[in-house]
């Protein structure tokens, strides 16, 4: 209470940690919480944070629409590219690919998912790969690019799209826009968590200076370390790396490419995989691999001999471990991004996480207490959405028909009880439920089954009643039209040199 106005001080929220996790949660505290909350956020220049190039999904333009952010000004500051689709090359066989768009693919038929319609036409002879009822896709392929709506026909959607980006630009951006918003940055050093000996809440930051940083509310972006929801308050964490048992990363930077291509490539090898994000400016490189089966230098050359272009920089490694907090909000910290939990970037899963905390953190805001149901409401609705990103993790690495062995133990490795209940129901006439709402949609499950190789018994029923002709000419105009559409589209790198360049460094 404030003895001068008669009234309550205001709540105070500190945020602990800076980088994309920290500043995304501060920038949207600021700008739905308004002047009514206090918010601080501390960070030290000399820890420095994980920032590469990252790759998103479509729900980041939510995000910066949320806030206000233009999007020709946010692709400007942040070297952005455009992203449609994720290739994955050598996840079956080596040398095979095959794409997850986003998007729709086909056109459903009532109450018929299209794929069924495609199931069928495929064992008659009369469909196409599945990539032609893609809009994504096709674009993807040709390299091409455009928002808004279809400019052929109103039949075809309007496509989805994300963003490669330079996540320490992103960072500084949403930065400049929280301090704006009235966000109080304090440069330093934590050096220890002071907890109420009653509530065993945490009560302040200690820092290395010997100031002291005081709250109602804790957000922990201290990235894997989780000096406070671990360090202070022992969460505990969830290790799944028996499912997924990459537990390392090398990262580097390589000089921008001629003609960036609008997707993400995810490259299988021997005892791991290989992303390449390209960036306006540069491209993102990095090897994710199991130390069991390569050693650091092993992976650090492989990576160095498959870039496209020169290095620029030494390789960064990382050590991680797959799985999250068993309690991602406990007492008064919640934690946001890696010190949440770690999912290897297979599916450009990381922002995500950090905007779906936000957006809980802001659905179940406490007052100056929070209530144990509250507590419990935010840590099931984070293991749900965990489980099931890691459930389709995992199913890349199950369904593969590789012949190292790293591959081959995880064809032959036990998957969790939810996973094989989603592959038993496709395997039999091809049925894909999506619950609780999870992130990744029926056609998501679709294109990593399909383009895996892992196929049903059948299809659904209702599927076989058109005639072999008229199912034909059903499949045939979905084709026609996305192909006409893709024609008309220009080069994605031209796309971009003409809407919203970047100021490229000599």
Known sequence: MNPESGRADPMTIVVAGGGTAGWMTAAALA??????????????EEIGTIGVGEATIPQIRTFNQALGIDETAFVRATEATFKLAIEFVGWSRPGERYMHAFGDIGRESGLLPFHHSWLRGRREGVARELAHYSLNNMAALGERMQTGAARTSALLPEMPYAFHFDAALYAAFLRRFAEEQGVVRT?????????????????????????????DLFIDCTG?????????????????????????AVAVPSARVEAFTPYTRATAHGAGWQWRIPLQHRTGNGIVYASAHLSDDAASALLLANLDSAPLADPRPMRFTTGKRREMWKHNVIAVGLAAGFMEPLESTSIHLIQTAISRILKLLPGREATQAQRNQFNRESDIEYERIRDFLILH????RRDEPFWRARQEAAIPASLAAKIALWAGNGHIVREQDELFTEVAWLQ??????????????????????????????????IAREVAQMPDHDAFVAALCPARIPA
């Open 448 to 481: 990593v089954f399909v383009g895996q190789g892992v196929m049903p018994a059948g299809n659904h029923p209702i599927a076989d009643f058109p005639s072999r002709d008229g199912l034909a000419e059903y499949l045939g105009l979905i084709d026609k039209l």
């Open 187 to 215: 440069e330093g050093r934590i050096a220890g968590v002071e907890r109420d000996q009653t509530s065993g809440d945490v009560a302040a930051l200690a820092l290395a200076d010997g100031r002291r940083i005081a709250g």
């Open 397 to 400: 690495y199950r369904a593969n």
């Open 224 to 248: 894997f370390s989780g000096l406070l929801i671990e360090n202070a308050l022992g969460a505990g964490y969830d290790d799944w790396s028996h499912w997924l048992p990459c537990d390392r």
């Open 31 to 44: 700008r739905f919480l308004g002047r009514n909350v206090r918010i601080h956020l501390v960070e030290s």
